[in-house]
C-alpha cells in the first residue's frame, strides 16, 4: 500500500504543478489590451510595452515553472496584442509628429516671409498672445488683438528689426529646439536664420496650435505665432 501511494504521489504533483497559474500572464494581457488604446493616445503605450514584457516571461519561464495552458495561452496573446499596437502606435507618433512639425514649420515660415515684405495683414492674423499674460480687467482700457498685434510690431526689437531690412529675406529652418504645452494650446520653439543677410542672424519663433494635448486630434486646429525673438 505505501508503495503504491510512493508512486501515485509524484503523478499528483505533476498534475498539480501542470495546473500552475501566473498572475503575470493575466497582468501582462491586461497591459497590452490597455495598449490597444496606445494607436490614438500615445502616452499609453507603455502598457503594451509592458504587456509584451511580460508576456515573454511567462512564455520563457513556463516550461520550468510548469504553468498552466491558459497561462500561455494569456501570455501569448500579451505578446501578440502588445507588439503590434507598441509598433502601431510608434509608427502613428513617428508620422504625427513629422505632420506636426510641417504645420508648425509652415506657419512660422508664413510669419517670417510676411513680416520680412510688410504683409502685415497676414501677420496681424497669425499672430498669437501665449506670452502675453492676462489681459487687463478694466473692460474701457482693455485692448483688441488686434491693437496688441500693431503695438508688438511696432515696438519688439525682433519684429522691428526684420521689418527695416533692405536685402530681400531668405528664411532657413535650423532645428527644433523645444516643445511646450501651455494654458492656451501646444507650442513648438523653431529656430530660422536669414541667410539673405550678409550675417545671418538667427531667431526663435513660437509656433502654436490652440489644443493643449501634443497629440490630440479635433476637426479644426488653429495655429499661431506667438512671439519671435533674437537666439543669442
Given at each position: 500500500?505505501?508503495?503504491?501511494?510512493?508512486?501515485?504521489?509524484?503523478?499528483?504533483?505533476?498534475?498539480?504543478?501542470?495546473?500552475?497559474?501566473?498572475?503575470?500572464?493575466?497582468?501582462?494581457?491586461?497591459?497590452?489590451?490597455?495598449?490597444?488604446?496606445?494607436?490614438?493616445?500615445v502616452?499609453?503605450?507603455?502598457?503594451?510595452?509592458?504587456?509584451?514584457?511580460?508576456?515573454?516571461?511567462?512564455?520563457?519561464?513556463?516550461?520550468?515553472?510548469?504553468?498552466?495552458?491558459?497561462?500561455?495561452?494569456?501570455?501569448?496573446?500579451?505578446?501578440?496584442?502588445?507588439?503590434?499596437?507598441?509598433?502601431?502606435?510608434?509608427?502613428?507618433?513617428?508620422?504625427?509628429?513629422?505632420?506636426?512639425?510641417s504645420?508648425?514649420?509652415?506657419?512660422?515660415?508664413?510669419?517670417?516671409?510676411?513680416?520680412?515684405?510688410?504683409d502685415?495683414?497676414?501677420?496681424y492674423?497669425?499672430?498669437?498672445?501665449?506670452?502675453?499674460?492676462?489681459?487687463?480687467?478694466n473692460?474701457?482700457?482693455?485692448?483688441?488683438?488686434?491693437?496688441?498685434?500693431?503695438k508688438?510690431?511696432?515696438?519688439?526689437?525682433?519684429?522691428?528689426?526684420?521689418?527695416?531690412?533692405?536685402?530681400?529675406?531668405?528664411?532657413?529652418?535650423?532645428?527644433?529646439?523645444?516643445?511646450?504645452?501651455?494654458?492656451?494650446?501646444?507650442?513648438?520653439?523653431?529656430?530660422?536664420?536669414?541667410?539673405?543677410?550678409?550675417?545671418?542672424?538667427?531667431?526663435?519663433v513660437?509656433?502654436?496650435?490652440?489644443?493643449?494635448?501634443?497629440?490630440?486630434?479635433?476637426?479644426?486646429?488653429h495655429?499661431?505665432?506667438?512671439?519671435?525673438?533674437?537666439?543669442?
Amino acid at each position: 500500500m505505501a508503495t503504491q501511494e510512493s508512486s501515485f504521489s509524484p503523478e499528483s504533483d505533476e498534475a498539480a504543478d501542470s495546473e500552475a497559474f501566473s498572475g503575470l500572464s493575466l497582468l501582462g494581457l491586461v497591459s497590452s489590451l490597455v495598449g490597444i488604446l496606445s494607436v490614438q493616445y500615445v502616452h499609453l503605450m507603455p502598457f503594451a510595452i509592458v504587456g509584451t514584457v511580460l508576456g515573454m516571461f511567462v512564455l520563457l519561464f513556463a516550461k520550468k515553472l510548469g504553468l498552466s495552458r491558459i497561462s500561455r495561452v494569456f501570455a501569448f496573446l500579451a505578446v501578440a496584442i502588445g507588439a503590434t499596437f507598441a509598433s502601431w502606435g510608434t509608427s502613428q507618433s513617428y508620422l504625427h509628429s513629422n505632420y506636426e512639425l510641417s504645420q508648425a514649420r509652415k506657419v512660422a515660415e508664413l510669419y517670417l516671409n510676411s513680416l520680412s515684405k510688410g504683409d502685415l495683414d497676414s501677420v496681424y492674423y497669425l499672430v498669437g498672445f501665449q506670452f502675453e499674460g492676462d489681459r487687463r480687467q478694466n473692460e474701457d482700457a482693455r485692448e483688441s488683438d488686434l491693437d496688441k498685434a500693431k503695438k508688438r510690431l511696432a515696438a519688439d526689437s525682433a519684429h522691428v528689426a526684420i521689418q527695416k531690412r533692405r536685402e530681400p529675406a531668405k528664411w532657413t529652418f535650423v532645428s527644433l529646439d523645444g516643445e511646450a504645452m501651455g494654458s492656451v494650446g501646444y507650442s513648438y520653439k523653431l529656430k530660422y536664420r536669414d541667410d539673405g543677410q550678409t550675417n545671418p542672424p538667427t531667431y526663435f519663433v513660437y509656433a502654436r496650435k490652440d489644443v493643449q494635448e501634443r497629440f490630440a486630434t479635433k476637426e479644426e486646429v488653429h495655429w499661431y505665432v506667438d512671439t519671435i525673438e533674437a537666439a543669442k
